[in-house]
């Protein structure tokens, strides 16, 4: 898949007293991620062109992607499409880059979100509103030990922008 | 850097079920702005450092040169 015309429209970057390979761990595996990332579990084949899967507690399917780019444990890429109908058809595919670097004696984690087309600020407030949560718990559970307990509502502004543009939700 | 203008940046404190909900908002900085460059690049430190300050009584020891903020750290 060529990412060259994606461009990223949220980009969040945080700070982690851990290791590179630590962080790496955190994002790849579906024991820790279901800690920080609402439940859900993720699934990765870590060789480009391999499976990217994230599935709900109750294991259904939730996103699925390709592997585009594997550096570990420096860079991930993957696709990330929600499987609402008609997303993909309406918005064309998600991308999302992890990008792990030292910093000092800290961990700096870049998480970008990436499109092939303009969106609106509503169509993207559904990350901007989850992603915050999700890497705030990741940086506590490496620090920690125990993730942030985050009741977080559903994301509404995106939902009622979603379906203005007929993609329907669950 | 310290040629350009006062900007204005909120706070916003929330309390989110038994956690808390900080969002910092900083604008009004004009076109193009070494300023703005350097702070999108000091505040997800600084808010790092604080979490983990909060969360373990420990700051983050990141050193300004990490950061990549021109004229920052690099003396």
């Given at each position: 898949m060529n990412i060259d015309k994606f461009k990223p429209l949220t980009v969040y970057t945080i700070y982690i007293a851990s290791t590179p390979e630590k962080v790496w761990e955190a994002l790849t595996s579906a024991e820790f991620s279901q800690k920080y990332f609402f439940g859900n579990s993720v699934e990765i084949e870590?060789?480009?062109g391999g499976a990217y899967v994230v599935r709900t507690?109750?294991?259904?399917?939730h996103i699925s992607g390709e592997v585009i780019e594997c550096d570990p444990p420096k860079k991930l890429t993957v696709t990330f499409n929600v499987n609402w109908p008609a997303l993909i058809e309406k918005l064309g595919p998600t991308l999302v880059t992890y990008e792990i670097e030292q910093a000092g004696e800290a961990v700096r984690l870049t998480m970008s979100e990436s499109h092939d087309r303009p969106l609106s600020d509503d169509i993207l407030s559904g990350g901007r509103q989850g992603w915050p949560a999700i890497l705030s718990s990741l940086k506590s559970v490496l620090e920690t030990g125990k993730p942030l307990v985050v009741r977080m509502g559903p994301p509404e502004r995106m939902l009622a922008a979603l379906k203005e543009l007929g993609i329907g939700t669950p | 850097m310290r040629q350009e203008g006062a900007t204005k940046v909120v706070f916003t404190i929330e309390p989110f079920g038994k956690l808390v909900k900080l969002t910092v908002t900083h604008e009004g900085f004009g076109a193009p702005s070494k300023l703005l460059d350097g702070i999108s690049k000091g505040w997800p430190a600084i808010l790092s450092g604080l979490k983990s300050l909060l969360e373990t009584g420990k700051t983050l020891a990141i050193p300004p040169e990490a950061l990549a903020i021109e004229g920052f750290g690099s003396q």
């Open positions: 870590q060789r480009v507690p109750d294991g259904a399917l | -």
